[in-house]
């Protein structure tokens, strides 16, 4: 059996990015031959401020999304990370034996930090060791992720290797998993960089909550290049990236919607995407508001899934208590 885990933050925006790249590869994944872990992570959410009303309703948010998107709570394990004291209890303890250079090296505390070096919280820099112990207090075998996580992906790798060599064969040693189509979805109005919900401008992301107008307003805003043609040529990145969008919301290839644009410039081109992606988001959309509007029900799966996750992750602790010696 292979244990399938990966995990978001709760965060009041979700993009057509993070389904692609994170949610939807779960749901492929959903079979009996594999244990699947979900969960919202909230406590690597407040490694920068949150307002807690904000923050409560973004883990009821988020996990209206899974199920909407087909999370399958019997098949999955859905959780909130929170709710398991084990991951902030493993992060000390991978902590002791994680070095500061390799977390200083990580892109994204780089990234995050810039400019505000002093006030950034101890939290963010340590970011990457409370998602390493997410991963190796399951004994996970693969992490599915996008592009942008597989630097902290092997951080984990690394800590797991360092601790066996240490104490003793102790933990799984994790593989990421990346999608390639779509792993990484550019942004809209700057297609060198990735598409982020905290990009400057709303004009980056479509966000999956986004109605019809906004959609159509976004695309049209999105950057392009001066040709005439509609074909899929990775140097045309704007393009490239628009059509790749196209390619996922209809479950077509980027080469066949490429030829349905022959002869047809980026004004018919971005109104049809505009159209594709609303006609995908739209039913989305209904169901989403549908499990939001009956919260006890997504706080009684939550609870559900977090006493399953509790049970693997307090079995795992024992065991790496006894293994550094502090269980008597
Ligand atoms: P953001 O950059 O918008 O804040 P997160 O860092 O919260 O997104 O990422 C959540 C998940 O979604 C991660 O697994 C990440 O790899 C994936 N993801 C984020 N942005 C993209 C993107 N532009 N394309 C594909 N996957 C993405
Ligand atoms: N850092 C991941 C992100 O921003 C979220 C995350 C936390 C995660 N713990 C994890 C992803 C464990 C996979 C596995 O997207």
């Known amino acids: 059996m292979n244990r399938i885990l990966t ?12 389904l692609f790249g994170a949610i939807e590869p779960m749901v492929g994944l959903q ?5 699947n872990l979900l969960f ?6 407040i490694t920068v401020p949150q307002k807690p009303a904000e923050l409560r309703r ?13 999370i399958d709570p019997t098949k999955t ?9 084990e991951h902030t209890e493993l992060a000390w303890i991978l902590n002791c034996i994680a070095h500061m250079g390799e977390l200083e090296r990580m892109t994204q505390f780089k990234d995050k930090s810039q400019g505000n070096d002093l006030s950034v919280s101890v939290g963010l820099f340590d970011y990457p060791v409370l998602m390493a112990s997410d991963i190796l207090l399951y004994d996970t075998n693969v992490v599915p992720v996008g592009a942008d996580q597989k630097q902290h992906v092997e951080l984990a790798r690394d800590l797991a290797e360092r601790f066996n060599n240490r104490f003793g064969e102790t933990f799984v040693v994790p593989t990421p998993q990346i999608r390639k189509e779509g792993a990484r979805i550019m942004g809209l109005d700057d297609p060198e960089k990735k598409m982020s919900k905290s990009a400057t401008s709303e004009k980056n992301y479509i ?15 999105a950057v392009t290049d001066s040709q005439s043609t509609i074909m899929y040529d990775e140097k045309r990145k704007g393009l490239a990236n628009l059509l790749t969008i196209y390619s996922l919301v209809t479950n077509t290839h980027v080469n066949q919607i490429a030829s349905e644009y022959e002869g047809k410039g980026y004004g018919d081109f971005k109104v ?9 988001l739209t039913p989305l959309q209904e169901k989403i508001k549908g499990y939001l509007a009956n919260e006890d029900e997504l706080i009684n799966i939550l609870d559900q899934g977090a006493q399953r996750a509790k049970a693997i992750a307090s079995k795992k602790m024992e065991v790496v208590r006894q293994k550094i010696g502090v269980q008597l």
């Open 7 to 18: 995990a978001l933050q709760p965060s009041g925006i979700l993009h057509i990015g993070n």
């Open 31 to 35: 079979s009996d031959e594999n244990e």
């Open 40 to 45: 919202a992570v909230d406590y690597h959410a």
């Open 58 to 70: 973004n883990i009821l948010f988020a996990t209206a999304t899974y199920l909407a998107v087909g």
């Open 77 to 85: 394990i859905l959780f909130q990370q929170s709710r398991v004291s």
């Open 207 to 221: 966000s999956i909550m986004d109605d019809e107008a906004t959609v159509l307003k976004k695309i049209k805003s």
């Open 272 to 280: 049809g995407l505009a159209e594709a992606i609303s006609d995908y």
